[in-house]
C-alpha cells in the first residue's frame, strides 16, 4: 500500500449519477451532477482496491442498455449511484500487487472524478505504452479497438478483394472496421445515421445494390432493424456478418422484426454474434498489430472529445441522435 502525502489528501468527488430505470430515448434529466466531500484517497486496509483519478470516460452506446430493469445481458444501472463505464485512469493508492500508485489504467471505472475500484472485479489494464494519446485507450486502444479487431479479423476472415460493407461507420468501432478492411485490399462502403455524416438515402436496398452490384462478402453490423433487412438481401453467397450491436433498436419499446431471414438458408450466409470480452486474451497480440498501423499513420482514429464531467450526460445522450462523429470522450481532468 502506498504512504504518499497525495494518498492522505481528502478531496471532494464530482459524480454522474443514474436517477431511475428509463424507457425510450435517453435525457440528460436522467442523470445528476453532484458533489460529495471529504473522500480519502487510500485504500480500504488489508484490500486489495485501488483508488484512481479518473482521466478520461468513453461514452459507449451499450451503456444504453444497462439503464433499464434488465437487459437480459447485463446487469443494470443501480438508481442512486454513479453511472459506470470504460475509461481511463491514474492509480492514487493501491492494495493490489500488480498496481502502484502513478500507474496508468483503463477499464470499468465510475462516472467521477475518483474512483475506488475492486480487482479483479473491475476490467482493468495497465497502459504500457504512453508514446500515443491517452484517450486512445477509451478507443483505439481499448473496447472499440478489440471490438473492431475481433469482429473483422477474426470472426470475418477477410480476403483481399473482397466486399465489405459497414454500418454506424463513423463511430467508435465502424471507423476502425473500414480502415481495416482498406488495408486487406477490400472494397468498403459505410453507413452513418445523419445527414451531416452522409447523403441522405430514402431506399436502402437500392442503395446497396447501386454501391454494390455484386453483393456484400462481409456485413459488420452496428445498427440493426431496417438496415440489416436490406443487407440481407444484398448478401453474397457464403457471406459473413459480425453482429457487433443494434444501436437503431436500444430505444424502442419493441425492437422491429427482420423479415428477410430467409436469405440466410438459399445464401449461405454465416451470422455470428461476439463480444470484446472474449478476445480480451488476445489484448498483448492486438497491440502488436495495432500500434506500428497507428505510429506508421496507417490508421488514423478520429474523436469527438467534451471537456468536463458535467458535460457527460449530454455527450452521452447524444450518441443516440447521431451528434458525434468519431469516438466519444468526456475529459475528466488533464493528463
Known amino acids: 500500500m502506498a504512504d504518499g502525502s497525495d494518498t492522505e489528501a481528502v478531496v471532494s468527488n464530482k459524480q454522474v449519477i443514474f436517477n431511475d430505470y428509463i424507457s425510450g430515448f435517453p435525457k440528460e434529466s436522467d442523470m445528476s451532477i453532484i458533489t460529495t466531500g471529504n473522500l480519502k484517497l487510500k485504500v480500504p486496509p488489508a484490500s486489495q482496491d485501488i483508488v484512481v483519478k479518473n482521466l478520461y470516460l468513453s461514452c459507449d452506446p451499450y451503456m444504453r442498455l444497462l439503464m433499464k430493469t434488465s437487459s437480459g445481458i447485463f446487469s443494470p444501472y443501480t438508481p442512486g449511484s454513479p453511472i459506470t463505464g470504460f475509461g481511463v485512469g491514474k492509480v492514487m493508492d493501491s ?185 480480451y486474451p488476445q489484448y498483448s497480440k492486438f497491440l502488436d498489430f495495432i500500434l506500428p498501423c497507428i505510429r506508421e499513420g496507417k490508421i488514423k482514429y478520429v474523436e469527438d472529445i467534451v471537456e468536463g464531467l458535467e458535460k457527460g450526460p449530454a455527450a452521452l445522450v447524444g450518441l443516440f441522435s447521431g451528434r458525434n462523429v468519431g469516438k466519444q470522450i468526456v475529459v475528466v481532468a488533464p493528463e
Open 95 to 279: 492494495g493490489h500487487p500488480e498496481f502502484k500508485p502513478g500507474d496508468l489504467v483503463w477499464g470499468i471505472t465510475g462516472w467521477e472524478q475518483y474512483s475506488l475500484l475492486k480487482v479483479p472485479n473491475n476490467l482493468l489494464f495497465k497502459i504500457q505504452h504512453t508514446d500515443v494519446p491517452l484517450s486512445y485507450y477509451t478507443g483505439i486502444l481499448g473496447m472499440p479497438g478489440v471490438t473492431a479487431y475481433a469482429g473483422f479479423y477474426e470472426v470475418c476472415s477477410p480476403k483481399k478483394g473482397e466486399y465489405v460493407f459497414v454500418s454506424a461507420a463513423s463511430g467508435a468501432v465502424g471507423q476502425l472496421v473500414g480502415q481495416f478492411a482498406k488495408l486487406v485490399g477490400c472494397y468498403v462502403v459505410g453507413s452513418a445515421g445523419t445527414q451531416e455524416k452522409r447523403s441522405e438515402e430514402p431506399d436502402l436496398n437500392a442503395a446497396l445494390k447501386r454501391c454494390f452490384p455484386q453483393g456484400i462478402d462481409i456485413y459488420f453490423e452496428n445498427v440493426g432493424g431496417k438496415m440489416l433487412d436490406a443487407v440481407l438481401l444484398n448478401m453474397r453467397i457464403h457471406g459473413r456478418i459480425a453482429v457487433c450491436g443494434f444501436v437503431s433498436q436500444y430505444n424502442l419499446a419493441e425492437p422491429e422484426g427482420v423479415h428477410n431471414l430467409m436469405a440466410i438458408v438459399y445464401k449461405r450466409v454465416r451470422v455470428q454474434g461476439f463480444a470484446a470480452s472474449d478476445y
